[in-house]
């Protein structure tokens, strides 16, 4: 046995799970543990990470990468361990926020992602370049879930770890409630000094938004070959801003992975950073104070009144103004087909899509009291 494989069955965990704690035992039980932890291990080349960007060029050079507070990423890595929990909005998170931190000194994190990305070529690539973990979100068995718990701890003795704690992209725009497995794996890994960054990530266009816009609720899970067809042909005359927004560093030595409670509150509290450091785009404020048609000043005046309860929250702006909302948002969205503007009015041609921009900000509407 390797030193991980043997790291992962000394873990209380599993110990208890070969002895029998859920209904098996012995080889049948161990069996179970060994085929989850190959499907879960993964190495990082990062020389290899690092030259894929040349071949991903065509997708990165329609995206400008913006890192703020990227010295907090700096300084908590200098101090030790390092888990990262973002928000996400899009495929393209896999690659622009690794990228930023790199770009800002980082060597990036060991980063789990949906086991639908770990099909065909992808999975050599994940699996040996890119040391992407493979999650399975919705399943209920524990030979699984104790594996995973038992393999993030180990992991975390050795690397940093990125997440997404919403479990998946938001379909329907908004801030999703977190799921808390991967935050008991890593207050269960036992790793003193250990830190957590919230990490928050906004686009102003985001590549998929009429795949995911017109689902809103995630029913299937679909092969990643078709989402990535869907990707590269919304992916003509696209150009976006990606702003990946560092927290400050949260000590996880107070909270007990083995209490509900405090892996709640950990969630909770984290939720709360990730809203509060999410880039506010002008995109997203044309889209929640537009109406099916309406005027360039009554649009304007709406915008106004959001703009101020958004500062008046302390939201993280891009910008400030109606005129410059109106400025930076109205070609885009009319370019991407959202919206359409004619002899001084404003109109709606893809509700959906628009709605789905909309929601990104109303967790910060709604903790303003604002009703727009």
């Not at 639908?116 to 699996?127: D, Y």
């Not at 107070?254 to 950990?266: I, K």
Request: net charge positive; glycine share 8%; hydrophobic share 40%.
């Amino acid at each position: 046995m390797d030193d991980i494989t043997t790291a992962v069955l000394s873990r209380n965990e599993v110990t208890r799970f070969l002895a029998g704690s859920h209904g098996q035992r012995g080889d049948e039980a161990r069996a179970r543990i060994l085929e989850y932890l190959e499907e879960l291990r993964t190495t990082q080349r990062y020389e290899l990470y690092r030259a894929l960007e040349y071949p991903l060029y065509p997708i990165l050079r329609k995206i400008e990468r913006v890192g703020e507070h990227t010295d907090r990423a700096k300084e908590a890595t200098a101090r030790g361990r390092v888990v990262w929990a973002s928000n996400h909005r899009s495929h393209i998170d896999y690659l622009v926020e690794p990228l930023v931190l790199d770009d800002a000194g980082v060597r990036p994190p060991i980063i789990a992602a949906g086991i639908n990305l770990f099909g065909g070529p992808l999975r050599l690539i994940h699996k040996h370049v890119t040391g992407a973990l493979p999650i399975r979100r919705n399943t209920k068995d524990p030979a699984y879930l104790i594996t995973l718990k038992a393999y993030v701890g180990t992991l975390l003795g050795r690397h940093d770890l990125f997440f997404y704690p919403e479990g998946g992209r938001s379909y329907s725009g908004e801030l999703k409630h977190l799921k808390t497995g991967l935050f008991s794996a890593c207050l269960g890994a036992g790793v003193p000094g250990m830190s957590l960054v919230p990490v928050a990530v906004s686009y102003d266009l985001v590549l998929e938004d009429r795949v995911l816009a017109r689902q809103r609720v995630k029913r299937a899970q679909r092969a990643f070959s078709r989402e990535l067809a869907e990707m590269v042909r919304y992916a003509v005359g696209y150009r976006s801003r990606a702003f990946v927004t560092f927290g400050c560093p949260i000590a996880l030595d107070p909270y007990d992975g083995e209490s509900r409670r405090s892996v709640l509150d950990l969630a909770h509290l984290v939720q709360r950073e990730i809203g509060r450091l999410y880039k506010v785009v002008p995109t997203a404020v044309l889209a929640a104070a537009m109406r099916p048609s309406i005027t360039t000043a009554d649009l304007s005046s709406r915008i106004t009144a959001i703009l101020d309860t958004l500062a008046a929250g302390g939201a993280n702006l891009a910008v400030h103004t109606a005129a410059d909302v109106l400025q930076q948002a109205t070609e885009p969205l009319e370019a991407r087909g959202i919206i359409v503007v004619e002899q001084g009015r404003y109109r709606v041609r893809e509700r959906t899509v628009l709605r789905y921009y909309g929601r990104s900000v109303q967790h910060l509407l709604a903790a303003g009291g604002a009703t727009h």
